[in-house]
């Protein structure tokens, strides 16, 4: 799977996904200055998926149109200890992802309730 971080997403993550996939980030594409429409514009012609930090993503963009399914990461911050923890959720997750889907990963999101 093709995968791309946008700009809120640090590239320290990007090692823990290699191996199953190929990752890139904004950055290093030189996209990071793009607006999120432009970015997922961008994105549709080279990745599967879009992963970012950005909450406000699901508001302001059309996702269906955008031909691109988006993760969103939702942790305390953008650091990578912070986002460690919602990556085995990630991995689970991410083979079954539609075009033009989103999803939440959030800490404790599949944590069993005593």
């Given at each position: 799977m093709q ?18 996939h ?11 200055s793009?607006?999120?429409?432009e970015?997922?514009t ?8 879009l992963?970012?930090?950005d909450?406000?993503?699901p ?9 691109v ?6 942790a ?25 889907e989103i999803?939440?990963?959030e ?6 309730s005593?």
């Open positions: 995968i791309l971080f946008d700009e809120s997403v640090t590239w320290a993550l990007r090692p823990i996904l290699l191996g199953e190929e990752v890139a980030t904004a950055k290093y594409l030189g996209w990071d793009k607006s999120n429409g970015l997922m961008l994105a549709r012609d080279k990745f599967d998926v992963i970012t930090a909450q406000s993503i508001y302001q963009q059309n996702i269906t149109e955008a031909d399914a988006v993760v969103v990461l939702v305390r911050t953008n650091d990578i200890n912070d986002l460690k923890p919602l990556v085995p959720e990630l991995l689970n997750r991410l083979n079954d992802l539609k075009r033009g999803i939440r990963i800490a404790g999101q599949n944590e069993e005593p």
